[in-house]
């Protein structure tokens, strides 16, 4: 974090990421001294509402942050920076956005929890974009123009007022994680789970924290047990309104690789989940995607998998696949950041149903969706494997491009996949 005064002083010149968070309300001038050397601004968590023409003198600008500020339209300021590849306005009042006034060059554009009605044809010109958040704004339909983003690979549509997914979306030849839950176009499920007092939980030490909620180690005196609990912060989150993400872990049902809901904690304040509590020996597999690789998971420098243990992982992967289309439930999400890992078991958990959503099963193009997002696991595993002269390993790399096939009809079906 930077201060406003070290901006004015100079002391920050030569500085390759600038945040300032001071309850702006005004965009800093000084700002424009950095353009030799600024590639990453942050400038979230301000009172902004406009952004000057000037910022196109930041030449090597790359990402901006503009969320939880006062904005009600998308800024036409950003139409010249032609390296910008990354644009988030999560969190504003943004009900504007108007024709042609983002670069070719978005890659990445984060616009969730806004109040957003409808988008302009002109991002159908965004043809690099692969990863696109809308999430929590008031969308009823999306412009037919979008059919040519074909390098699409990553979609947040959840709680909007969509009526329906366009046939042109399911067929968008890279599309792999999309999440379109709290629409009238998602189905429902009305699975019910036991429903415990918040008071009856004792919590104890963070375990984890997500984009929708925090993961504590407690016990729960009716299981006489100790357990996970995941309060969620708010009703809308990062994916998708709270709410769907706990119908989803109620309807998943028993599975070897599936993380056990116990219990629903009864009313809203909090709204949260007791889960089972998964052994200190599963660590996450992987890491989110960065800003370089935007949509692929990434690893430790240090990891190297042998080929016994990506078959089993995708073995094991395959079988959660089955058994949650077989519900008509698409994960949204699934990645290796996903996924718990037990080193010397070799056994995994799955889990975050953040992004899930229900759908109708009798459509399997929304499966096919998935089985890509199953192919990119895939990939990647095979990406950090040292075992790449055995013959299991080039079956593996030719499942991997078949899920990954860009004509989505001649991808399979997760049943038809055998291992």
């Known amino acids: 974090m930077h201060t406003l005064s070290e901006l004015k002083s100079g002391k920050l010149k030569g500085v390759k990421?600038?945040?300032?968070?001071?309850?702006?309300?005004?965009?800093?001038?000084?700002?424009?001294?950095?353009?030799?050397?600024?590639?990453i601004l942050d400038l979230s968590n301000n009172q902004l509402s406009s952004i000057p023409d000037e910022i196109s003198q930041l030449t090597k600008l790359k990402i901006a942050f503009l969320s939880n500020n006062c904005f009600t339209a998308v800024p036409s300021a950003f139409k010249q920076c032609h390296n910008l590849y990354m644009l988030g306005l999560k969190a504003n009042k943004i009900e504007k956005f108007d024709e042609d006034i983002l670069p070719t060059s978005i890659r990445w554009l984060i616009l969730t929890d806004n109040k957003?009605?409808?988008?302009?044809?002109?991002?159908?010109?965004?043809?690099?974009?692969?990863?696109?958040t809308f999430a929590g704004n008031e969308l009823t339909s999306l412009p037919k123009e979008m059919a040519n983003c074909k390098n699409l690979e990553l979609f947040r549509l959840s709680a909007n007022k969509l009526t329906q997914i366009p046939e042109?979306?399911?067929?968008?030849?890279?599309?792999?994680?999309?999440?379109?839950?709290?629409?009238?176009?998602?189905?429902?499920?009305?699975?019910?789970?036991?429903?415990i007092e918040y008071e009856s939980l004792e919590l104890y030490e963070l375990l984890g924290e997500g984009a929708s909620g925090q993961i504590y180690k407690g016990y729960a005196k009716s299981f006489e047990k100790e357990v996970a609990v995941?309060?969620?912060?708010?009703?809308?989150?990062?994916?998708?309104?709270a709410k769907d993400e706990m119908q989803a872990y109620m309807s998943i049902a028993d599975h070897p690789n599936l993380i056990s809901v116990k219990a629903k904690i009864k009313g809203n304040d909090p709204q949260g989940l007791v889960l089972e509590l998964i052994p200190k020996a599963y660590q996450n597999l992987g890491f989110p995607p960065d800003f370089d690789t935007c949509t692929r998971d990434t690893f430790a420098k240090d990891i190297s998998f042998t080929i016994e243990t990506v078959y089993g992982i995708a073995k094991a992967m395959l079988s959660v696949s089955v058994h949650l289309h077989a519900k008509g439930m698409m994960h949204g999400d699934l990645y290796a950041h996903n996924i718990l890992f037990n080193q010397k078991n070799g056994h995994i958990y799955f889990g975050d149903f953040g992004a899930a959503t229900f759908y109708d099963v009798n459509n399997k193009k929304f499966e096919k969706i998935e089985v890509r997002a199953f192919g990119c696991l895939v990939d990647d595993l095979l990406q950090n494997c040292r075992d790449k002269e055995t013959s299991l390993y080039k079956s593996l790399v030719n499942l991997s491009q078949r899920c990954m096939n860009e004509n989505v009809k001649q991808r399979p079906l997760f049943s038809e996949i055998t291992l």
């Open 116 to 132: 957003l009605k409808s988008l302009p044809s002109s991002i159908g010109k965004l043809t690099l974009l692969q990863k696109c």
């Open 17 to 39: 990421r600038l945040t300032l968070s001071e309850n702006l309300s005004s965009f800093p001038l000084e700002i424009l001294d950095l353009a030799d050397s600024l590639e």
């Open 230 to 241: 995941k309060l969620f912060k708010g009703d809308l989150t990062t994916d998708g309104y």
């Open 168 to 195: 042109w979306l399911l067929e968008l030849p890279k599309l792999s994680w999309l999440a379109f839950s709290g629409n009238p176009c998602s189905a429902a499920s009305d699975s019910k789970l036991e429903e």
